[in-house]
Nanobody
Framework: QVQLMESGGGLVQAGGSLSLSCEASGDIVDIRDMGWYRQAIGKQRELVAI???????NFADFVKGRIATSRDDAKRTVSLQLTSLKPADTAVYYC???????????????WGQGTQVTVSS
């Protein structure tokens, strides 16, 4: 059974920063992409950041210039640091990973349960 365990988040003041971490566990053979999505109340889930297996990154326009990511394949972790937080950053942040399991030859998408980030003005 695969699990993506998120940590971090909580209540942060506008202008502050946050750090989120995610660790994947289970019968994982290979990891393609890892990253973060978010979903605010009444809105669709949207991409925040993706770190590909080769290290290439894809950041949403709304976080460019105030985001840093790291990935450790040996530990199966991905982390995000976001600065200059705004109330518009308030959302549930979900860890995402594209994983190949056990004897499978295909990659499937997996999600964490989400962690709430609330930015107060």
């Amino acid at each position: 059974q695969v699990q993506l365990m998120e940590s971090g988040g909580g209540l942060v003041q506008a202008g502050g920063s946050l750090s989120l971490s995610c660790e994947a566990s289970g019968d994982i053979v290979d990891i393609r992409d890892m990253g973060w999505y978010r979903q605010a109340i009444g809105k669709q889930r949207e991409l925040v950041a993706i770190v590909a297996s080769g290290g290439a990154t894809n950041f949403a326009d709304f976080v460019k210039g105030r985001i840093a990511t790291s990935r450790d394949d040996a530990k199966r972790t991905v982390s995000l640091q976001l600065t200059s937080l705004k109330p518009a950053d308030t959302a549930v942040y979900y860890c995402y990973a594209s994983l190949r399991l056990g004897p499978s030859s295909r990659f499937d998408n997996y999600w964490g349960q989400g962690t709430q980030v609330t930015v107060s003005s």
